[in-house]
């Protein structure tokens, strides 16, 4: 069973920056993709940024030239810097890794003010 815990999260102003971790356990398989999804009071979970084991990243188009994912394989563990925050990105923030199959983290709450 692999666990993911996340941190990270918190309130930020517009225009401000966070950076999101999440760290994967309990497993000894190659976790092939992780990433990141967000959803937000009123709508459907999407998709932010993902990252393959040999870098590959997609990103949605709304956050893309702000967002960096990144990943570190020695370590399980998987990264998502946010810059020039909006409003529109708050969200709860859910950790996604492939294992096998999909599982998630229990969710950041990641708040911008205007």
């Known amino acids: 069973q692999v666990q993911l815990v996340e941190s990270g999260g918190g309130l930020v102003q517009a225009g401000g920056s966070l950076r999101l971790s999440c760290a994967a356990s309990?497993?000894?398989?190659?976790?092939?993709?992780m990433g990141w999804f967000r959803q937000a009071p009123g709508k459907q979970r999407e998709l932010v940024a993902i990252?393959?084991?040999?870098?590959?990243?997609t990103y949605v188009d709304s956050v893309k030239g702000r967002f960096t994912i990144s990943r570190d394989n020695a370590k399980n563990t998987v990264y998502l810097q946010m810059n020039s925050l909006k409003p529109e990105d708050t969200a709860v923030y859910y950790c996604?890794?492939?294992?096998?199959?999909?599982?998630w983290g229990q969710g950041t709450q990641v708040t911008v003010s205007s």
């Open positions: 996604w890794a492939r294992v096998v199959r999909n599982y």
């Open positions: 309990g497993t000894m398989l190659s976790i092939n993709g």
């Open positions: 990252i393959t084991s040999s870098g590959t990243t």
